[in-house]
């Protein structure tokens, strides 16, 4: 009988909490996977990586090695969520996208139905949009209006702050004002997974602008009466604020 052990390191089916996400061998999965690939001594060290996020760039990167982009059909079809987590990080080793091109082709991830894609998804993308944060946020703004709630939140957790398992991006830190394109048109979001992610966003940004935050959410209040944007705001003072 095989056991839930094998078949995540198989890559047969998905993992189903974040201890299995983190407990998947990523060396035995993409020689599974891709049994051709000669991977080097280097490859298979940085693959064999104490950190997950380590090991997840270094899978994107040794495929995109490999295969280039051709690798993508088979990662994003493939029933591991691990597997199909590569897929960002393939776009994010890629010099020949454009970030307009990245953002475009990991919208399939940031849907995807795992929970664990659509983290690593962000996640993948983010260095791109960092460094490029103007041109990041003019072509995210239209996702803000996505039917799907997943894309929606793509746009706040990928350029949160500080964010977590991510470095800060210092400009926002600094002026978190610039993301007021992204985050405006999702202060009254329908949907609690949106609402939380705005109001870490929001949170995120206290750490170093409480005043500007605070302002923020007053205006909002104003001008929104929803029990949605008195949760967002709520949430997302709460380290500025007692609870009630």
Same mark, same amino acid.
């Given at each position: 009988m095989t056991t839930v052990s094998d078949a995540l390191r198989n890559g047969e089916r998905e993992a @189903? =909490?974040? =201890?299995?996400? *983190? @407990?998947? &061998? =990523?060396l035995h999965l993409l020689k599974r996977t891709f049994a051709d690939l000669a991977l080097t001594p280097e490859q298979i060290?940085?693959?064999?990586?104490?950190s997950i996020t380590a090991r997840m760039a270094s899978a994107g990167a040794t495929l995109y090695a490999h295969r280039g982009l051709d690798a993508m059909p088979t990662l994003l079809a493939h029933p591991s969520d691990t597997v199909r987590s590569w897929a960002p990080y393939v776009l994010a080793c890629a010099p020949e996208l454009s970030l307009e091109d990245r953002i475009a082709r990991v919208r399939v991830s940031a849907d995807d139905p795992h929970f664990g894609v659509r983290e690593w998804a962000w996640m993948a993308l983010r260095p791109h949009l960092a460094q490029d944060l103007t041109r990041a946020i003019a072509t995210l703004t239209p996702w803000t209006r996505d039917p799907s709630p997943n894309i929606r939140r793509f746009v706040? $957790? @990928? =350029? /949160?702050? /500080?964010g977590v398992w991510c470095k800060k991006i210092d400009a926002l830190v600094r002026e978190p004002q610039l993301a007021l %394109?992204? *985050? &405006?048109?999702l202060c009254s &979001? %329908? $949907?609690r997974y949106v609402q939380n992610s705005v109001a870490n966003w929001l949170n995120d940004a206290s750490k170093s602008q409480p005043a500007w935050v605070q302002s923020l959410c007053k205006r909002w209040r104003s001008e929104n009466k929803s029990k949605s944007t008195e949760y967002i705001c709520k949430r997302a003072l709460r380290t500025l604020t007692p609870r009630a």
């Amino acid at each position: 009988m095989t056991t839930v052990s094998d078949a995540l390191r198989n890559g047969e089916r998905e993992a @189903a =909490t974040l =201890t299995e996400c *983190l @407990a998947v &061998d =990523t060396l035995h999965l993409l020689k599974r996977t891709f049994a051709d690939l000669a991977l080097t001594p280097e490859q298979i060290a940085a693959l064999s990586a104490k950190s997950i996020t380590a090991r997840m760039a270094s899978a994107g990167a040794t495929l995109y090695a490999h295969r280039g982009l051709d690798a993508m059909p088979t990662l994003l079809a493939h029933p591991s969520d691990t597997v199909r987590s590569w897929a960002p990080y393939v776009l994010a080793c890629a010099p020949e996208l454009s970030l307009e091109d990245r953002i475009a082709r990991v919208r399939v991830s940031a849907d995807d139905p795992h929970f664990g894609v659509r983290e690593w998804a962000w996640m993948a993308l983010r260095p791109h949009l960092a460094q490029d944060l103007t041109r990041a946020i003019a072509t995210l703004t239209p996702w803000t209006r996505d039917p799907s709630p997943n894309i929606r939140r793509f746009v706040t $957790e @990928a =350029t /949160r702050p /500080r964010g977590v398992w991510c470095k800060k991006i210092d400009a926002l830190v600094r002026e978190p004002q610039l993301a007021l %394109p992204l *985050l &405006d048109p999702l202060c009254s &979001d %329908p $949907e609690r997974y949106v609402q939380n992610s705005v109001a870490n966003w929001l949170n995120d940004a206290s750490k170093s602008q409480p005043a500007w935050v605070q302002s923020l959410c007053k205006r909002w209040r104003s001008e929104n009466k929803s029990k949605s944007t008195e949760y967002i705001c709520k949430r997302a003072l709460r380290t500025l604020t007692p609870r009630a």
